[in-house]
């Protein structure tokens, strides 16, 4: 350690602070550590992540409207209006990103969050896009089913992003596991419906391909809202 003159103030920088031997690189990434606990974090970050996860649950909503007698055309606009909200979030996110120091989570792992809700949002979107381009006047039973098994899973992500804010990292785990469940639930519905569209043998070839669009599309919705869930776990393990 340098010796400072008496009464002098030692800043420690990794420029002066002598690391053990092989351990440099600790010592500085530590002393960075350190330092950025210091500074004002940018809370405004849990907002933005908080208000994107409840956009994902309005979209679902919103594509469950289907079910409830919504014009394919009005759930069209709809969905639109709420994808350019989620799609938005992102951007001011990213914009955010880009003018703030320190983050309360690692920067990399707030856009990751902010891309896969956004995936959500995204490809409920597609679902409601493919009803209207092919024609689908009406969603079948699967299809409502499966929209409701959307709605609850997104429902899970709004209640579970705000824990990031709280620390409340047992109940982010709980949530994953719920999801999880949830998932599984539309992936039997999904794999259900499919198996009895090739199994009609009269069916009409357009029907099949339409039907099993949109199907697959709320599939992979549900899909991504399950690799939410493993990146709110995967916070939780590395700042728990």
């Given at each position: 350690?340098?010796?400072?003159?008496?009464?002098?103030?030692?800043?420690?920088?990794?420029?002066?602070?002598?690391?053990?031997?092989g351990g440099s690189v600790r010592a500085t990434v530590g002393l960075?550590?350190?330092?950025?606990?210091?500074?004002?974090?940018?809370?405004?970050?849990?907002?933005?992540?908080?208000?994107?996860?409840?956009?994902?649950?309005d979209a679902a909503k919103a594509l469950a409207s289907f079910s409830?007698?919504?014009?394919?055309a009005e759930l069209g606009?709809?969905?639109?209006?709420?994808?350019?909200?989620?799609?938005?979030?992102?951007?001011?996110?990213?914009?955010?990103?880009?003018k703030t120091y320190v983050t309360p989570i690692d920067r990399e792992d707030i856009h990751a969050l902010a891309i896969e809700l956004d995936?959500?949002?995204?490809?409920?979107?597609?679902?409601?896009?493919?009803a209207e381009l092919m024609g689908v006047q009406r969603p079948t039973e699967p299809m409502s089913d499966m929209m409701t098994v959307l709605v609850r899973t997104t429902a899970e992500i709004a209640d579970a992003v705000p824990l990031l804010?709280?620390?409340?990292?047992?109940?982010?785990f709980a949530a994953k596991a719920r999801i999880r469940a949830l998932e599984?639930?539309?992936?039997?519905?999904?794999?259900?419906?499919?198996s009895k569209l090739f199994a009609t043998a009269d069916i009409d070839a357009k029907v099949l391909l339409r039907e099993r669009e949109i199907l697959e599309d709320l599939e992979n919705a549900l899909d991504h809202c399950e690799r939410v869930a493993?990146?709110?776990a995967n916070l939780a393990v590395k700042h728990g």
């Amino acid at each position: 350690m340098p010796r400072f003159p008496r009464g002098s103030k030692a800043i420690l920088t990794p420029r002066n602070v002598a690391p053990a031997a092989g351990g440099s690189v600790r010592a500085t990434v530590g002393l960075q550590d350190f330092i950025r606990g210091l500074l004002p974090k940018e809370e405004r970050f849990f907002d933005l992540l908080e208000l994107q996860a409840r956009t994902a649950l309005d979209a679902a909503k919103a594509l469950a409207s289907f079910s409830d007698g919504v014009s394919v055309a009005e759930l069209g606009k709809r969905m639109q209006i709420v994808e350019h909200q989620g799609d938005k979030l992102v951007h001011e996110i990213e914009e955010t990103l880009a003018k703030t120091y320190v983050t309360p989570i690692d920067r990399e792992d707030i856009h990751a969050l902010a891309i896969e809700l956004d995936d959500v949002i995204d490809l409920a979107n597609q679902a409601a896009r493919a009803a209207e381009l092919m024609g689908v006047q009406r969603p079948t039973e699967p299809m409502s089913d499966m929209m409701t098994v959307l709605v609850r899973t997104t429902a899970e992500i709004a209640d579970a992003v705000p824990l990031l804010r709280s620390r409340h990292y047992v109940g982010i785990f709980a949530a994953k596991a719920r999801i999880r469940a949830l998932e599984k639930e539309g992936d039997r519905i999904h794999r259900s419906a499919i198996s009895k569209l090739f199994a009609t043998a009269d069916i009409d070839a357009k029907v099949l391909l339409r039907e099993r669009e949109i199907l697959e599309d709320l599939e992979n919705a549900l899909d991504h809202c399950e690799r939410v869930a493993d990146t709110l776990a995967n916070l939780a393990v590395k700042h728990g």
